[in-house]
């Protein structure tokens, strides 16, 4: 399949009529240079293995306006992936979301029991700049990893209701833009893994909120970073939970000859209840040959049961 080629035979005139009509196993070849003439409209891809790369020849942009705030009209997320997995080679995507939004919530990419997502020599622009320069809506992000509609985990689950692992894989990428890089309520069922790349943003590279339902006690998030220069104004890791959210997602942070930069934020930050020596167990770091500028305080932990506030 192929879109923006008027004179090929089985061309679309947009990426979401593409996605529609495209079977399992297909790919999808972008003919086209800069943007189309109108937005594109939500893509939702359905227990299907597609890929999506651009024309030889050809620098497509993939450009997502919104239309308002009726989310029966124009869904927060530009690209859903429920089941299957998609492939991205050399494709720019762009999420502009204008000052009348007057919503948040918005997403480039939901991730809903997907297999697999792999984007190679691709650019993720958010435009979500207030006038200052910062953030225009904070619940913005690049990547939303989310629990299936309807699935409650209110009884810890056992070996064989396990969620399955969801794979992010970057390679010779960069995301910019006002929005964290990942979040979501089944960020435990992600592995992600970014060789070669930039992020640049002005809020932080991963959100962990606390869930009021029961989490996997054995799964955790993954994040292995390899020669990934990463600006994050706010930091690189906020957990932040209430009284009634107890329940935190452990990660473990591979970075390996990387920049990390701050805007004199700390890299992790913890908020909750939660003691400072449970906080602690939530994160493992492993950094080697790693640069880090624009900051003093690596960890800081807010515990409101201690009411201390520790930092390292």
Known sequence: LSVGDALRPGSHA?????CRKAVSGQVIELDYSGRLKEP????????????IRAGEGHEPIVY???LGPDRSLY???????SGGSLTLVNVHIVLEIPPLARSEGWTLFEMVLADNLRLERCTLTIRNAAEDFSA????????NIKVPPGTEFSQPLDS???????????????ARGEAVFLRGDALNSADIQWENGLVATTERFVQIDGQTASLPEDQQLTIDLKHVTALMENGFCLMESSSDQRRLTPVQIDCTDSILITQ???LIEQVGPQTEEEFRKLIKWNADRCFYENFDIFWKIDSLQNRDINTW
């Open 40 to 51: 594109e409209t939500p893509i939702l891809l359905a227990q299907r293995k597609l890929t």
């Open 160 to 174: 064989e209701a396990k969620v399955p692992r969801i794979e992010i894989e970057l390679r010779n990428c960069i």
């Open 136 to 143: 225009m809506y904070r619940d913005v992000s690049f990547f």
């Open 75 to 81: 869904p927060r997320s530009m690209i859903t992936l």
């Open 14 to 18: 947009t990426l979401a009529d593409a």
């Open 64 to 66: 997502f306006r919104p």
């Open 264 to 266: 004199n934020a700390p």
